[in-house]
């Protein structure tokens, strides 16, 4: 299609109030902590260091959850290795705030003194640490972001889901190659023996759904399209700013995660493949907030708060910065679009809630 248009992007740089706002975030860590722990206690001792890889990290709090099992396991089984924790994020991330964490009293430095820790900073769909060297990878609600910003001709749907005809294709085809890449560049960095542990939002088949599948958080990107198309009404932004506009993500089916290792025959080589599934959330998967749903107006803010947390970057200047003259005002759009989110929320309430469907892949490096 002639009119449709890759961007370059950092899609997760500028994340807002990350830590206060991820509680869907950790609950899948938790979940996955016992997994991580198991699999480190089953491992052969490296020959030099314990190195734990978290793609992805974010600013902190899910980061330092998920390499703690690792750490206490390496520990536990092989006393005397030197651990080395490798945190790898977007330049964008809020690095401060991870490491005054990680050196805080809820952090893990204080569990040994044999723990170094690093940071990696750029994409992980490029190398980002030597070869051969990772006993262990964590990448938890990362993985779904793709490689690039995208702006397309997509009238009518903000995010993958809703796509369709050549639109879908093309995302569908840079989100096969994304999640091709990223495998490839984790087979050149996991030692023999080692483990890729990811764990991120996921799609289940659904006949009611007009290209087949639910994905996790219809409800609230749908609630977002709703708004923006409110707000073209009114003329606070333009029809070509939404029409172009797209959330560069894709959350996978279970058959779509396993295609790349069942096809691609370098990776068919370099992994073993423990678990792939997508299951709903353990708990809260129909509303990530329904214990707030008798009080409108916390419910709303917790989808308000939660919005910002993941999207506010990619709206600021993707969708909205379009439509502005100044920053001045593009503050002032922004929160006049959370204004209305929270008064859609308080009036819709669970008719958008944010369901949860939790895809965890499990390889082991041959």
């Not at 001792?45 to 990290?57: A, H, N, R």
């Not at 542990?197 to 290209?211: A, R």
């Not at 779509?256 to 370099?270: F, H, I, P, T």
Request: glycine content about 6%; some cysteine.
């Amino acid at each position: 299609m002639s009119d449709q248009q890759v961007q370059s992007g950092k899609s997760t740089e500028g994340m807002v109030d990350y830590n206060e706002n991820s509680s869907a975030q950790l609950q899948l860590v938790r979940l996955l902590s016992p997994l991580v722990r198991d699999l480190v206690s089953s491992m052969d001792e490296p020959e030099t260091e314990f190195k734990i890889v978290d793609y992805g990290c974010g600013p902190g709090v899910n980061s330092i959850e998920v390499v703690k099992p690792a750490i206490e396991a390496c520990l536990e089984k092989f006393s005397n290795s030197p651990i080395v924790v490798c945190h790898s994020d977007q330049v964008g991330n809020d690095w401060n705030t991870l490491f005054e964490l990680v050196e805080g009293p809820t952090g893990y430095t204080h569990i040994s003194k044999n723990i170094r820790t690093t940071a990696a900073i750029g994409s992980f769909y490029n190398p980002v640490t030597s070869a051969a060297s990772v006993s262990i990878g964590t990448c938890i609600f990362a993985s779904h972001w793709l490689s690039q910003g995208i702006q397309l001709n997509s009238p009518g749907t903000i995010w993958f889901a809703d796509l369709q005809g050549d639109a879908r294709q093309i995302v569908d085809g840079i989100a096969q190659n994304d999640w091709t890449l990223f495998l490839l560049q984790r087979a050149q960095e996991l030692r023999s023996g080692g483990y890729l542990v990811v764990g991120t939002l996921g799609s289940v088949p659904d006949p009611s759904e007009k290209n087949g599948i639910a994905a996790s958080g219809r409800g609230i990107y749908r609630a977002i399209q709703a708004v923006a198309k409110a707000m073209i009404d009114d003329g606070l932004i333009s029809h070509e700013s939404l029409g172009s506009f797209l959330f560069s993500l894709w959350f996978m089916t279970e058959a779509e995660a396993k295609y790349a290792l069942e096809q691609n025959d370098d990776l068919r080589d370099a992994f073993e493949i423990c678990q792939i599934n997508v299951k709903p959330a353990p708990i809260k998967a129909d509303d990530i907030f329904k214990e707030h749903i008798d009080d409108p107006d916390t419910y709303a803010e917790k989808y308000v708060g939660y919005t910002q947390a993941f999207a506010d970057s990619t709206l600021r200047t993707q969708l909205f910065s379009p439509n502005c003259d100044s920053a001045e005002m593009l503050d002032q759009l922004m929160a006049e679009f959370y204004s209305r989110l929270a008064r859609f929320y308080e009036a819709e309430t669970s008719k958008y809630a944010c369901e949860v469907w939790h895809l965890v892949v499990v390889l082991r490096r041959k």
